[in-house]
């Protein structure tokens, strides 16, 4: 499908609700999806977002388990979940650190970039940080999507899981925050339904004012 243009992927890509059971997925055909995941823009070019792809059959079923018992995380390929990074901003001299030794930035404009960044974030409070982590992380994630049926793959974001529960099965550090789960396959199209309603660009869409 990769020779299909962008309007066209655009508008097939749907949320799958049921995956064609004992699709495997290539783990190197995942890390070239994320390999163009990584061009998502993100604040500062922090890069908030991390992947858990979750492909063993046992701890699949525990993450089915976690997911409220939603088929389509059963019968899928892989699942992911997710990840926003709340604190982020720590990273700001890592992220910058290749600009500086190429000399684009200076020691002092990298100084600044890096204080002007930490403090951007502390300043606004851990509510900023979480709202920029579910951000940043839903960005790329969308483009993950994108990707993926580019590549002929059928994805379904999902918000019905349990976070806390995920969390201790996937070992997720305290400083990120589940944004959604992802499930991807090939979707089963036996029961196919007509793509739901979606608004005309006049009831969603509004110019200078509200």
């Known amino acids: 499908m990769a020779d299909h243009d962008f309007t066209s992927i ?8 049921k995956f064609i059971p004992g699709v495997e997925m ?17 604040a500062f070019n922090l890069q ?16 089915y388990e976690a997911a409220e018992k939603q088929y389509k ?19 700001a001299a890592a992220m910058n650190e290749g600009l500086l030794n190429l ?17 951007f974030y502390e300043s606004r409070g851990e509510q900023f940080m979480r709202d920029e982590a579910i951000r940043s992380a839903s960005l790329s994630a969308m483009q993950f999507m994108l990707i993926a049926k580019d590549k002929g793959w059928d ?17 997720v550090p305290d400083n990120y925050v589940p944004a959604m789960l992802i499930a991807i396959g090939k979707e089963d ?11 005309p660009v006049g009831e969603f869409v509004s110019y200078d004012k509200f």
């Open 10 to 17: 655009l508008k097939s890509r749907r949320s799958a609700n």
């Open 26 to 42: 290539d783990n190197k055909e995942l890390d070239e999806m994320f390999n163009l995941v990584k061009y998502a823009p993100s």
């Open 48 to 63: 908030h977002a991390h992947y858990v792809v979750v492909k063993d059959p046992d701890l699949k079923e525990k993450v």
């Open 73 to 91: 995380v059963r019968t899928a390929s892989a699942v992911i979940l997710v990840l926003g990074k709340l604190d982020a901003h720590k990273d």
């Open 103 to 119: 000399g684009v930035l200076s020691k002092q404009e990298y100084d600044q970039l890096v204080s002007s960044t930490i403090g």
């Open 155 to 171: 994805t379904c974001p999902m918000i019905g899981f349990n976070p806390d529960e995920m969390r201790k099965l996937l070992q």
């Open 189 to 199: 199209t036996s029961s196919f339904r007509p793509r739901g309603y979606r608004k």
